[in-house]
């Protein structure tokens, strides 16, 4: 059995299936943890539930965060990225038009710009 608080650093290096058996093995702990807990057990033993708890969320959060890495570097060559990988922003800003969108003009608005162009006045300034 696992010692309960793991560092975040080692299990960077650790391969997918040793994060999984690890995360396995941690489960199994907390189990027999909460099984003792029932069964009357000491102050100690809540303490060791909490740090077995965090160390969980520690394995799963690299597990997750190595898939999220594996998945950006699969679609990064392509078009369209799934929604969960896309920056987040705010929900106006992910409606705004492109640059390239806003700045188009329709034919219609060509032909007004050419053929009646904003006047220029000359107008002379009072002083």
Aim: glycine share 4%.
């Amino acid at each position: 059995m696992s010692s309960g608080k793991v560092k975040t650093g080692p299990l960077w290096n650790k391969s997918k299936e040793d994060l999984k058996k690890q995360l396995d093995e941690l489960k199994t702990e907390l189990g027999q943890l909460r099984v003792q807990k029932i069964a009357g057990g000491s102050t100690s033993k809540l303490n060791k539930i909490h740090d077995l708890r965090k160390s969980i969320a520690k394995v799963l959060t690299i597990i997750n965060s190595k898939q999220r890495a594996q998945l950006r570097l699969f679609y990064q060559k392509k078009k369209y990225l799934p929604l969960d990988l896309r920056p987040k922003q705010t929900r106006a800003m992910r409606r705004q038009l492109s640059k390239e969108d806003a700045s188009r003009i329709t034919q219609r608005q060509k032909k007004r710009q050419t053929h009646f162009p904003a006047r220029k006045f000359a107008v002379k300034a009072e002083l």
